[in-house]
Structures are given as structure tokens and as C-alpha cells.
């Protein structure tokens, strides 16, 4: 870990790192104020270059440095839930020379790291999950009698609507001889404002009286209440954190924060206060459309043809493209907060209610919701569609935002149909014939990148589009979705090379389409193209159902490997797993020369399958 010496606070914000944890702790109180300063000047200098997430580390920084200076991190474990509130820890356990990388390929992630510093104990950027990593640590410190070691939990009001989270409470505030310390974060906000009835009884406990807070909801379930505390005073900050560890029992300590702290910018937006902020763009960026935003327009116009069109989101009506429909239909949008097993079984009410439900999540959050999407919607055919966004690689968010599983756990679920959209027209036209779909649930997937031109059909059969044919039927290309772009340019190079290729679109891409098995047995070779990892994806379909017709065409899956991938650019992670146009060509190439198809992150046991 880097060790930089404590600036004075007579000097300019640093450019290395503010502080390390022995200079910190032994840093007088007063200094505290303009050692706050410095790190927020820091944090806007940085992550207005680089993008990343502004808003929340601004209202955490006096919190976190009240945190380490009360606690002896690694020995005792502080777990942040969710980790885009960790960046202010990564600074003052020696990674701030580093913020120049932030969210770059090679660079420092954007959450939590165990590969970077042994003070990040969880990789945790999916809401609502600390409180149990919490318990179970403090059971193992427990039973290896390592009692002195504290654990603490820090959790925004957000993640705390999570019904993960209560789940941990329950079992946290059972156990009163095994102290876990519950920082609750409660700035009013996840993206937007926090809505329900925890979201009241926050506000009922910051303005009530000192006997209304000494009986509340956290004391009835067994934990004691401390707070509330000014998230912004870092000597009440420790006063409390202090009492809290002396209390050798369940403690919730209520830190009132500002999200978007000190920088006026993140205060004033209406939105999220700049919960995230993109990189700097360069001197030629031009305007751009992204798919988020043609799917918010889309679902508005069809709220105004369709009115059983209701929408759901957990805690995400922006970044999901739902802020327009909640704008115009107020009556019709749902926010849940962060619960996404909740919306889907709610959809799946609103549904038999006689209402076609729209879930829009992000696609690595579909996941958390597996079973209520096969039990509770499938199993009873519910009209749901599901919109899942930042499908396949996302980029800079890394290995627990990439959505490179929703196929492979979509395609085991009986009788939902799956889109996925090439271009902003086809986007309309999908998402039209879903929620017009009455005999069970669908789903569209898209990516977060922008939008491309749109990619006209030279032919449709059925729900396929055919986008080039050139000679004979050497070789089907099936893309899914955006990667249409880069196979088409990958078959126009094998045009050059005198072998016959054909493109098809198969727009519902599962159940596998009938025309594109009889296009595909028509063909000598076929090769599928999905962001989405091989195991068990679209490409596995589509080889199982073409067997199953009993044709003998071989069938080459490429996709994304079995494996965590990194955070970097979608683009440059496109190319590195062989899905931008060179990859595709060349693995064509290959197979139509009989050799295996080549994946460097394949471990020898998929190999040797």
C-alpha cells in the first residue's frame, strides 16, 4: 500500500494521496475540516475526467474519515454497501496516485477491489448485501473467539429498502452477544428520493423528539439506536462510532449526509445529485444517442396508444429510462426501491390484475430476481415484459455490472420470449410486439453504448431479417442485436474472400425462431455472435435445436468467455473476446478450416469439452 505524508492544510488540494491511515488517526480534530476539502477538491478534479460515481463519495467523506480514524481497518472490517460510496476508503488506504486510472482498463476499479487493498473485504456492488457479509463475519469472529475485532457495515437509506437487508437485520438483532455496527448512510436518496414507509420513518426520526427515537423500528428488532448523528462532523462522527464499538452489541448509528457535499453542481441537481458523472468528453464529441433513451421515448408513445402499460423500477427510474413515462404517468410507475424480487412478483400481480406490466433493470440485476421471474410470472404466463438494460459488456462498471448472464438464465425459463433489438427502429418494433403480447412474459436486452445507424433488412421470414446474402450458402451468420454492425462487416470480408455468407437477424432471438433452423440447415456452417457468455446461452440453443431437427450442420457459439471479466471499454472488450468484426472473421476462418474454436480465457476443462 502506497504511503504518502499528510499535506499541511496551508497547502493546494494534492495531487498524490491526501493521507495514509497512521497519519490519518494521529491528524488533530481541527485539521479534520480542510483535510475534507482537500479530498472533495480531489474527488471532482478526478472523477469529472475520468467519469465515475461523484454525488455519493462527496457526502461520505468527513463519514469516512471518521470511520478510519475510530477503527483499525484491516484488523477490524468495514464493508461498503454499495461500493460506489468507497472511493474517499480508496484514497485514504493509498490509492489516490491511482485516480488518474479510475474506471480504465488496467486502472483502479470503480468499487470495491480485494485484487487492489486488503481493506476492500467485498467486492460489493450490488445494494443491500453488506449487512449480511456483516453477520457473517461476526459469526466467524465469534466462533475463533476474535470478538475484539469490529465489524461495520455502512448502508445507505437506499439499499436499505432491499429486502436482503432486512433479512439481515433480522438475524443481526437477534443476536445480541454478536456486535455488528450498522452505519446507516441516510442522505434521502438511492439515485432519486427514497419513497415508502422506512423512507417516513427516517424522516419521522430526524425530526421527532429524543423520546420518539428511544423506542423506534431498529431498537423493536433488537439493535441500539444511536443518532441522529451530522454526517458532516467528523468529531460527533467518532463520538458516536466510539460508543457505538463500546457497546459490545447490535448498533444502528443514523448518519444524516448531504449527497453531492460541497460541490454546488451535485447539490443543486434535481435528478441525483451527479450520482454519476461520465469522462470529460473531447474537443470533437458529437451528440449521441444512447439506447436508454430511445427505449424511454418508445415506452412514453406506447403509454399514450396502450393505457394497461404500467412500468416498474427498483430505485433506477433514470438511469432505466423511465423518468419520462413517471413524468407522464405518474399514476402508472412504480419505484419498489432496491427490490428487485419484489417488482417482479408485483408485476406478476399487476398482470393478473389485467395490466401489462414493463420491469426495467439493469441486466446484471435480473439475476437477483431469477426465481420470481420463472415461479411468480412464467409459471403463471403473465403478460411482463422485462427491458434489460446494460446488456452484455458495459464498460468501465467491471465484473458485477457486465450483464453477460441474462440469456444463459432467461433461455431455462418456459414460455418467455426474448428480443434484442439491432437499431433504434427495431427497438420500437420489439418492444411494440412485446407489450402487445398477451400469452406470457418477454423480454428486450440492449447495451449501454449508443445507438448506431439503422441496419435495413434486405428480406424478412417470419421474425427474421435477413441482412445479406452474397454466393453460395458456405456460411449463416446469426448476430443478436447490435452485433449485426460488426458481422456484417466481418462477412463482407469473407465475401472478398469468395466464400458464401448470409446474415440473419432473428430480432426474438428465444424460443429459437423455426424459420432460422430451416435457414440454418440450408447453410454448411453456422455461426452464432452474442454478448453473452457460451455457457448456456443463445448460441447453445440454437446448436441444441438444430440437432434436434436432426440436421448434422455444425454450429460455432461465439460469446463471451466463463469467466469474471474486467471493467475497460466495451469496445476494447468486444475485440479482446473476439466479437468485434476481426474476431468474428477470423473465428469463421477457422471453423470453416475444422479447427476448434479459440478462447484464451478458456480453462482446460472447457477445453477439453
Same mark, same amino acid.
Given at each position: 500500500? $502506497?504511503?504518502?505524508?499528510?499535506?499541511? +492544510?496551508?497547502?493546494?488540494?494534492?495531487?498524490?494521496?491526501?493521507?495514509?491511515?497512521?497519519?490519518?488517526?494521529?491528524?488533530?480534530?481541527?485539521?479534520?475540516?480542510?483535510?475534507?476539502?482537500?479530498?472533495?477538491?480531489?474527488?471532482?478534479?478526478?472523477?469529472?475526467?475520468?467519469?465515475?460515481?461523484?454525488?455519493?463519495?462527496?457526502?461520505?467523506?468527513?463519514?469516512?474519515?471518521?470511520?478510519?480514524?475510530?477503527?483499525? !481497518?484491516?484488523?477490524?472490517?468495514?464493508?461498503?454497501?454499495?461500493?460506489?460510496? /468507497?472511493?474517499?476508503?480508496?484514497?485514504?488506504?493509498?490509492?489516490?496516485?491511482?485516480?488518474? !486510472?479510475?474506471?480504465?482498463? @488496467? @486502472?483502479?476499479?470503480?468499487?470495491?477491489?480485494? $485484487?487492489?487493498? &486488503?481493506?476492500?473485504?467485498?467486492?460489493?456492488?450490488?445494494?443491500?448485501?453488506?449487512?449480511?457479509?456483516?453477520?457473517?463475519?461476526?459469526?466467524?469472529?465469534?466462533?475463533?473467539?476474535?470478538?475484539?475485532?469490529?465489524?461495520?457495515?455502512?448502508?445507505?437509506?437506499?439499499?436499505?429498502?432491499?429486502?436482503?437487508?432486512?433479512?439481515?437485520?433480522?438475524?443481526?438483532?437477534?443476536?445480541?452477544?454478536?456486535?455488528?455496527?450498522?452505519?446507516?448512510?441516510?442522505?434521502?436518496?438511492?439515485?432519486?428520493?427514497?419513497?415508502?414507509?422506512?423512507?417516513?420513518?427516517? %424522516?419521522?426520526?430526524?425530526?421527532?423528539?429524543?423520546?420518539?427515537? !428511544?423506542?423506534?423500528?431498529?431498537?423493536?428488532?433488537?439493535?441500539?439506536?444511536?443518532?441522529?448523528?451530522?454526517?458532516?462532523?467528523?468529531?460527533?462522527? %467518532?463520538?458516536?462510532?466510539?460508543?457505538?464499538? &463500546?457497546? %459490545?452489541?447490535?448498533?444502528?448509528?443514523?448518519?444524516?449526509?448531504?449527497?453531492?457535499?460541497?460541490?454546488?453542481?451535485?447539490?443543486?441537481?434535481?435528478?441525483?445529485?451527479?450520482?454519476?458523472?461520465?469522462?470529460?468528453?473531447?474537443? +470533437?464529441?458529437?451528440?449521441?444517442?444512447?439506447?436508454?433513451?430511445?427505449?424511454?421515448?418508445?415506452?412514453?408513445?406506447?403509454?399514450?396508444?396502450?393505457?394497461?402499460?404500467?412500468?416498474?423500477?427498483?430505485?433506477?427510474?433514470?438511469?432505466?429510462?423511465?423518468?419520462?413515462?413517471? /413524468?407522464?404517468?405518474?399514476?402508472?410507475?412504480?419505484?419498489?426501491?432496491?427490490?428487485?424480487?419484489?417488482?417482479?412478483?408485483?408485476?406478476?400481480?399487476?398482470?393478473?390484475?389485467?395490466?401489462?406490466?414493463?420491469?426495467?433493470?439493469?441486466?446484471?440485476?435480473? +439475476?437477483?430476481?431469477?426465481?420470481?421471474?420463472?415461479?411468480?410470472?412464467?409459471?403463471?404466463?403473465?403478460?411482463?415484459?422485462?427491458?434489460?438494460?446494460?446488456?452484455?459488456?458495459?464498460?468501465?462498471?467491471?465484473? +458485477?455490472?457486465?450483464?453477460?448472464?441474462?440469456?444463459?438464465?432467461?433461455? &431455462?425459463?418456459?414460455?418467455?420470449?426474448?428480443?434484442?433489438? =439491432?437499431?433504434?427502429?427495431?427497438?420500437?418494433?420489439?418492444?411494440?410486439?412485446?407489450?402487445?403480447?398477451?400469452?406470457?412474459?418477454? &423480454?428486450?436486452?440492449?447495451?449501454?453504448?449508443?445507438?448506431?445507424?439503422?441496419?435495413?433488412?434486405?428480406?424478412?421470414?417470419?421474425?427474421?431479417?435477413?441482412?445479406?446474402?452474397?454466393?453460395?450458402?458456405?456460411?449463416?451468420?446469426? #448476430?443478436?442485436? #447490435?452485433?449485426?454492425?460488426?458481422?456484417?462487416?466481418?462477412?463482407?470480408?469473407?465475401? %472478398?474472400?469468395?466464400?458464401?455468407?448470409?446474415?440473419?437477424?432473428?430480432?426474438?432471438?428465444?424460443?429459437?425462431?423455426?424459420?432460422?433452423?430451416?435457414?440454418?440447415?440450408?447453410?454448411?456452417?453456422?455461426?452464432?455472435?452474442?454478448?453473452? $457468455? =457460451?455457457?448456456?446461452?443463445?448460441?447453445?440453443?440454437?446448436? =441444441?435445436?438444430?440437432?434436434?431437427?436432426?440436421?448434422?450442420?455444425?454450429?460455432?457459439?461465439?460469446?463471451?468467455?466463463?469467466?469474471?471479466?474486467?471493467?475497460?471499454?466495451?469496445?476494447?472488450?468486444?475485440?479482446?473476446?473476439?466479437?468485434?468484426?476481426?474476431?468474428?472473421?477470423?473465428?469463421?476462418?477457422? /471453423?470453416?478450416?475444422?479447427?476448434?474454436?479459440?478462447?484464451?480465457?478458456? !480453462?482446460?476443462?472447457?477445453?477439453?469439452?
Amino acid at each position: 500500500m $502506497t504511503s504518502v505524508a499528510l499535506p499541511s +492544510s496551508s497547502e493546494e488540494p494534492p495531487t498524490a494521496a491526501p493521507t495514509d491511515l497512521l497519519a490519518l488517526r494521529s491528524l488533530p480534530d481541527t485539521d479534520l475540516p480542510a483535510l475534507a476539502d482537500r479530498i472533495r477538491s480531489l474527488l471532482v478534479d478526478k472523477v469529472t475526467a475520468a467519469g465515475g460515481h461523484l454525488g455519493p463519495n462527496l457526502g461520505v467523506v468527513e463519514l469516512t474519515l471518521a470511520l478510519y480514524r475510530v477503527f483499525d !481497518s484491516p484488523r477490524d472490517t468495514i464493508v461498503f454497501d454499495t461500493g460506489h460510496q /468507497a472511493y474517499v476508503s480508496k484514497m485514504v488506504t493509498g490509492r489516490t496516485d491511482a485516480f488518474d !486510472s479510475l474506471r480504465q482498463a @488496467g @486502472g483502479l476499479s470503480g468499487y470495491p477491489s480485494r $485484487t487492489e487493498s &486488503a481493506h476492500d473485504v467485498v467486492e460489493n456492488s450490488h445494494a443491500s448485501t453488506a449487512l449480511s457479509y456483516a453477520d457473517g463475519l461476526a459469526k466467524a469472529r465469534q466462533l475463533n473467539r476474535e470478538q475484539d475485532r469490529a465489524v461495520v457495515a455502512v448502508i445507505g437509506d437506499g439499499a436499505m429498502t432491499g429486502g436482503m437487508a432486512w433479512e439481515a437485520l433480522n438475524n443481526i438483532g437477534a443476536a445480541p452477544a454478536r456486535p455488528v455496527i450498522v452505519v446507516l448512510n441516510d442522505n434521502g436518496r438511492s439515485y432519486a428520493p427514497t419513497h415508502g414507509a422506512l423512507a417516513a420513518h427516517l %424522516q419521522a426520526l430526524k425530526t421527532g423528539t429524543p423520546s420518539r427515537r !428511544s423506542r423506534n423500528l431498529f431498537t423493536d428488532l433488537g439493535f441500539a439506536y444511536l443518532g441522529p448523528v451530522n454526517g458532516h462532523d467528523t468529531a460527533a462522527l %467518532q463520538q458516536a462510532l466510539k460508543k457505538a464499538r &463500546a457497546a %459490545q452489541r447490535p448498533v444502528v448509528v443514523h448518519v444524516l449526509t448531504v449527497k453531492g457535499k460541497g460541490y454546488a453542481p451535485a447539490e443543486s441537481d434535481p435528478a441525483d445529485c451527479l450520482h454519476a458523472v461520465g469522462p470529460a468528453p473531447g474537443p +470533437s464529441a458529437g451528440k449521441s444517442v444512447s439506447w436508454t433513451s430511445v427505449f424511454g421515448e418508445a415506452l412514453v408513445d406506447l403509454g399514450h396508444r396502450h393505457d394497461e402499460v404500467v412500468a416498474l423500477t427498483a430505485a433506477m427510474a433514470g438511469p432505466t429510462g423511465l423518468s419520462a413515462f413517471a /413524468a407522464a404517468f405518474p399514476d402508472r410507475c412504480f419505484d419498489v426501491g432496491i427490490a428487485e424480487q419484489h417488482a417482479v412478483t408485483s408485476a406478476a400481480g399487476l398482470a393478473m390484475g389485467g395490466l401489462h406490466p414493463v420491469v426495467a433493470v439493469y441486466a446484471t440485476f435480473l +439475476s437477483r430476481a431469477f426465481d420470481q421471474t420463472l415461479m411468480d410470472v412464467a409459471l403463471h404466463r403473465m403478460p411482463v415484459t422485462f427491458v434489460l438494460d446494460r446488456a452484455g459488456i458495459t464498460g468501465p462498471d467491471g465484473a +458485477s455490472h457486465h450483464g453477460m448472464w441474462d440469456l444463459t438464465l432467461l433461455g &431455462a425459463v418456459p414460455g418467455l420470449r426474448v428480443a434484442v433489438p =439491432r437499431d433504434a427502429t427495431r427497438m420500437r418494433e420489439l418492444l411494440t410486439e412485446a407489450v402487445t403480447w398477451g400469452k406470457g412474459p418477454t &423480454a428486450l436486452r440492449f447495451p449501454k453504448a449508443t445507438v448506431g445507424p439503422d441496419i435495413d433488412a434486405a428480406r424478412r421470414d417470419g421474425c427474421v431479417d435477413i441482412l445479406y446474402t452474397h454466393g453460395s450458402r458456405d456460411v449463416l451468420l446469426v #448476430p443478436t442485436g #447490435p452485433l449485426a454492425a460488426p458481422a456484417l462487416q466481418a462477412a463482407r470480408n469473407l465475401s %472478398q474472400q469468395g466464400i458464401g455468407v448470409t446474415v440473419a437477424d432473428p430480432r426474438w432471438i428465444l424460443p429459437t425462431p423455426p424459420e432460422l433452423l430451416h435457414l440454418a440447415a440450408r447453410h454448411r456452417l453456422v455461426v452464432t455472435v452474442e454478448d453473452n $457468455t =457460451r455457457s448456456g446461452g443463445f448460441g447453445t440453443a440454437v446448436a =441444441r435445436d438444430l440437432a434436434d431437427t436432426g440436421s448434422t450442420v455444425p454450429v460455432r457459439t461465439l460469446g463471451l468467455p466463463h469467466a469474471f471479466l474486467p471493467h475497460g471499454t466495451r469496445s476494447g472488450l468486444l475485440d479482446a473476446t473476439g466479437l468485434g468484426p476481426n474476431g468474428i472473421l477470423h473465428a469463421v476462418l477457422r /471453423a470453416r478450416a475444422g479447427n476448434a474454436h479459440h478462447d484464451p480465457h478458456l !480453462s482446460p476443462q472447457e477445453k477439453r469439452t
